[in-house]
């Protein structure tokens, strides 16, 4: 008896849903049917390759199918909504109202929503089945996320004005030479060598003797005497100066009143030594280089930008330097000169970048990636592939629904990546055609009046 029972329970529970499918399949027919015209399949808005039988959801989008319709009688007239009332032969008079244009005597025809009238000037209508088979595909308006990344090429170099060139101020002969290679770090007043000068030690001697002018006049009657040699003094204290003599040597004069055979040059700046030219018993000029000193604590980073990246560089725009073999490490940059002139060989511009330079990781002559960060800041993006460019214009192509495409004007913005900014023209959201743009283009041109179009 309960066998019996539930064989009656399964059995109605199968027909109720047979019935419902066939009253849902029904209701779809008839719901298709009110406009008098015959739904062949549904399918994908994104992907009009995938079709169904059926009402429903794609599997791969999770957008609504929509209905593909036999060809026939457009929409009943009363079930569609009137957007205004226009003249048929001068359709720029509209109304709100029916009426007659009082200019030409014509009676005012309605404008139905989604009709051919109701679409922009230029809208073209291409059916469902042409676009699948010229493989035309859509894509949204979005706005850009995140930020942008522009690498380049550098090479580190010294901070120039950051280098001391040593030269000497007199003539003379090289006795001594205490920093004796060449990358050899030094503090500011270290003695770098000693020099045997005869104009310095002739000027030693007359500041010696003027000392002692200054001293027999001491007891003189005649208070302009003792001035006098106080003036001689102080005129044979600045040579001493002037020739890089120290105060400290000049006070061991005055105090030793003996000559200082030959003279120590200290160095005036702290750094590595990048060029030396200095042996003993050299003779050496005012002319004469003696040493280039580096201070490497800040160095220069000379970077590559390629010409297309040029306009999204700036001045103190932040930057980071990378090294291939330095584990990841990044060092904190900024934009301090942008050069003026392309490289017309690489077609690349030269931008100095400054950086800190701890524990002197940063080697002048050294490659390393400089990555330039920008923050897109929510501009709006299609796929590069969407635009059609002729040349005296950018079109992008609009899908307007039921076939119809507007071709839309643009100014277009960077490149990132797969996608292209859009600066005007698109809102968010709107649906493009991304694949398939040039043929819907020819399509637009065939189907003008002219002919053509820019």
Not at 55 to 70: Q, S, W
Not at 298 to 315: G, H, N
Request: aromatic share 6%; proline share 7%.
């Amino acid at each position: 008896m309960k066998t019996l029972l539930g064989a009656i329970v399964v059995a109605a529970v199968l027909a109720g849903g047979f019935i419902s499918g066939i009253w849902y399949a029904r209701r779809g027919v008839t719901g298709a049917a009110k406009n008098g015209r015959k739904v062949l399949y549904w399918m994908d808005p994104m992907h009009p390759a995938y079709k169904s039988d059926k009402p429903g959801i794609a599997p791969d989008c999770g957008m609504k199918l929509e209905p593909v319709y036999e060809e026939g009688p457009a929409p009943a007239a009363e079930s569609r909504k009137v957007l205004r009332y226009q003249d048929p032969q001068d359709p720029k008079y509209t109304s709100e109202k029916p009426g007659i244009n009082p200019e030409t005597g014509n009676d005012l025809v309605p404008v139905y929503e989604g009709s051919a009238e109701s679409m922009p000037a230029g809208t073209i209508n291409v059916s469902v089945e042409k676009q699948q088979t010229i493989g035309v595909k859509f894509a949204t308006v979005e706005g850009a996320a995140g930020a942008e990344t522009i690498r380049a090429n550098g090479r580190v170099a010294q901070d120039e004005t950051k280098v001391t060139r040593v030269h000497p101020k007199v003539d003379g002969w090289i006795h001594k030479v205490d920093v004796d290679f060449t990358g050899q770090l030094v503090k500011a007043g270290d003695p770098l060598l000693t020099i045997y000068s005869p104009d310095m030690l002739a000027s030693e001697q007359e500041f010696l003797l003027a000392l002692r002018a200054r001293d027999s006049m001491k007891s003189s009657p005649s208070p302009e005497a003792y001035e006098n040699s106080e003036i001689l003094i102080e005129a044979a204290r600045r040579r001493l100066e002037l020739w890089d003599l120290s105060a400290a040597q000049i006070s061991e004069l005055e105090r030793t009143r003996k000559p200082i055979r030959t003279v120590t040059l200290y160095s005036p700046a702290a750094g590595y030594v990048m060029s030396r030219n200095a042996f003993p018993s050299q003779r050496v000029t005012p002319e004469t280089e003696l040493y280039a000193i580096s201070d490497l604590s800040r160095v220069w980073i000379m970077a590559d930008v390629f010409e297309s990246d040029i306009p999204k560089v700036r001045l103190g725009q932040a930057a980071t330097i990378t090294q291939a073999f330095a584990g990841g490490i990044s060092i904190p940059a900024k934009v301090t000169y942008i050069q003026p002139q392309v490289d017309p060989a690489t077609r690349t511009l030269k931008v100095r970048l400054e950086a800190a330079n701890a524990n002197t990781r940063l080697k002048p002559d050294m490659f390393v990636v400089v990555e330039f960060r920008l923050a897109l800041d929510g501009r709006l993006t299609v796929p590069a592939d969407a635009v059609v460019n002729t040349g005296l214009r950018k079109t992008v192509f609009v899908d307007r629904g039921n076939g119809y495409l507007e071709p839309r004007g643009v100014e277009t913005g960077e490149r990132i990546g797969e996608r292209v900014q859009v600066n005007s023209g698109l809102r968010a959201g709107e649906r493009v055609v991304s694949s398939g743009a040039f043929l819907i283009d020819s399509e637009a041109q065939l189907k003008s009046p002219g002919g053509s179009h820019d």
